[in-house]
């Protein structure tokens, strides 16, 4: 499993409430919703992202409260792989638990710039900058997650097994 994008760069400690700020909460439409994905910290992001573009942070990203919508409006967007150096542990799990894929490369998250192209092999971890050649190797994840992330999500996976 791929995914190839442009990259959205953000730094340290971005929390839930910037990904999906709460006064948005009360909307019950997933598309709606991720139409105020990143709003607080990148006005521009709904506006300018594409299917399979790739989102790449540095420390702790999705701390703060564990709602699962902001995972959900990330993969909503159309954000095919969220690479960081760290994850907030119930930001990782709703982000398995709802499909999206996420790797933790503290490398790749300092050298990848905002706008660079990237790819992502998710079977073998491997990430690279198609725009500086650069290359950087995540942990990949172990095949039952992989089958849940490629039946969208845990209820996914359930339901087909």
């Known amino acids: 499993m791929n995914v190839t994008g442009r990259v959205f760069k953000y730094g340290d400690n971005v929390d839930t409430d910037v990904i ?13 919703l991720s139409e105020h994905a990143m709003e607080d910290i990148d006005k521009d992001f709904v506006k300018q992202v594409q299917k399979g573009d790739i989102m790449v942070a540095r420390r702790n990203f999705g701390c703060g409260s564990s709602r699962e919508h902001a ?12 690479i960081a150096d760290t994850f907030a542990r119930i930001f990782f ?7 999206l894929p996420i790797l933790e490369c503290p490398d790749a998250a300092e050298h990848i710039n905002a706008g660079d192209q ?4 998710f079977d073998t971890g491997e990430i690279k900058d198609l725009t500086t050649g650069k290359t950087f190797q995540a942990q990949p994840f ?20």
């Open 71 to 82: 995972p959900m409006v990330i993969k909503e967007s159309g954000v095919g792989c969220v």
């Open 142 to 161: 172990p095949e039952f997650m992989q089958k849940i992330i490629r039946a969208n999500g845990l209820v996914g996976y359930i339901n087909a097994e």
């Open 93 to 99: 799990r709703n982000a398995i638990n709802i499909g």
């Open 118 to 121: 990237v790819s992502v092999d």
């Open 20 to 32: 999906i700020p709460a006064r948005y909460l009360n909307i019950q439409d997933k598309k709606e």
